[in-house]
């Protein structure tokens, strides 16, 4: 807020809740095109202070390493984003640039907890500051396998978050007395069916790309073999290459809708036999994919009618994000510029970010993590002695700046 305000650049603080910020910041251009969006976020998870080897709040570095709670999600890109505002701000003082969109600085308070006092708030309330064509946020990665920097991952669309509940009918009575319908029985039989049963594989032009890509640099044999059959259009081979990729759950969880079993809830005594019990189902679905679909394909396999299934939690569907849009060209164009030996490719999010409300709301949002990191390091994020190496940082801000220059400024004339 200092920072952005103190350099001149027109910066609002709004409080949408008690103990919740949100800072917007806009740099103006011509207005010949729609505004950028610079997203991220101040709020973080806690943490268990007694497994981190530093102070999780005071920014230590070591090793090379800049630790803290955040340093990975998301005050690295809030970091590289204010950064980006301000090196933008002097070049266009300085005459070194002219924008043609205005560029927008976005940071909130509450994505952790849901993001309705965060993004879900501004959209709500101040649709007019955030409105955008594009918007880079959160929910990619770069990740560097075997010692290189290998992919850049740009999620372009993300799986859509939903809640089922199973319950399972049968009588009641003692427990000295076994009863053949036995609900607690019925419950545990759809839920291995439930697991035995994945469902189908579905490529997306997203996940499509992405294996293609992938499959050109993967180092592991069987796996890049994998990837290129699940990228071809032949049906066999695409069925023997997700068997493949079955192996490797988080791959596995972008080629098909999943269903997680997550709680369980029956009975009332050790002596007595429960007429009820239930199980939730947490259930991402593929884009597209209809829930009341999933609901009807579980019926068939549980193939029970004693077990019903409602739905406790619906999740939104977003549109998917063209992937041969301008902003994904700068994106890829500043990464190559960079380092031209990364391989940029779209990426179909498993999990659930504010680019899903953006999306909503019309705007063209990409998720990066633009920090060049070994998998155990990214693993770190939510877990303790989270870092983020400081050469990694330093090549995600470049990244950041010279997109956003690549999308929001006027072609220099030479
Ligand atoms: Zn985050």
Redesign the pocket.
């Known amino acids: 807020m200092e920072a952005l305000g103190g350099a001149g650049i027109e910066t609002r603080l709004l409080q949408p809740a008690p103990l919740r910020a949100a800072v917007v910041a806009r740099l103006r251009g011509s207005g010949a095109k729609q505004a950028v969006l610079l997203m991220a976020?101040m709020d973080v998870v806690g943490v268990e202070r007694a497994h981190w080897s530093v102070d999780p709040f005071a920014g230590e570095v070591r090793d090379g390493y800049l630790y803290g709670r955040g340093a990975i999600?998301?005050k690295g890109m809030l970091a590289s984003n204010l950064m980006t505002m301000l090196l933008l701000h002097r070049a266009v003082r300085a005459g070194e640039l002219s924008l043609e969109r205005d560029v927008i600085f976005v940071a909130t308070s509450d994505?952790?907890a849901g993001g309705d006092w965060g993004m879900g708030w501004l959209i709500a309330n101040y649709p007019e500051l955030i409105r955008a064509e594009f918007a880079l946020n959160?929910g990619g990665r770069t990740r560097i396998v075997g010692g290189k920097p290998l992919y850049l991952a740009v999620q372009s669309a993300e799986k859509v978050a939903n809640v089922l509940r199973l319950t399972a009918h049968g009588s009641g009575g003692h427990g000295s007395v076994p009863l053949d319908d036995n609900a607690v029985a019925r419950l545990g039989r759809a839920v291995a069916a439930i697991h035995a049963s994945p469902l189908p594989v579905r490529l997306l032009p997203t996940t499509r790309r992405f294996f293609r890509e992938l499959s050109r640099v993967w180092p592991n044999e069987p796996e890049r073999v994998a990837m290129a059959d699940v990228a071809s259009d032949e049906p066999a081979r695409v069925e023997h290459g997700a068997r493949v990729l079955r192996a490797v759950p988080l791959l596995d969880a972008t080629l098909r809708t999943t269903v997680s079993p997550t709680m369980l809830h029956a009975g009332i005594a050790p002596n007595v036999i429960p007429t009820e019990a239930s199980a939730t189902l947490n259930v991402r679905t593929l884009p597209g994919h209809r829930i009341d679909d999933v609901v009807r394909d579980l019926q068939r396999i549980i193939d029970d009618p004693l077990v019903e299934i409602a739905v406790v939690d619906r999740g939104e569907d977003s549109p998917t994000c063209d992937f041969a849009s301008p902003m994904f060209v700068a994106i890829a164009e500043a990464a190559h510029a960079l380092n031209p030996e990364l391989i940029v490719v779209p990426y179909l999010g498993t999990g659930a970010t504010d680019s899903a409300r953006m999306r909503r709301f019309g705007v063209q949002a990409f998720g990066v993590l633009p920090y060049p990191m070994e998998q155990a390091d990214e693993e770190r994020m939510h877990g303790n002695d989270e870092r983020i190496p400081l050469g990694a940082l330093e090549f995600g801000t470049r990244l950041i700046y010279d997109a956003i220059v690549r999308i929001a400024s006027t072609p220099q004339t030479t």
């Open positions: 976020h999600d998301d994505e952790e959160e």
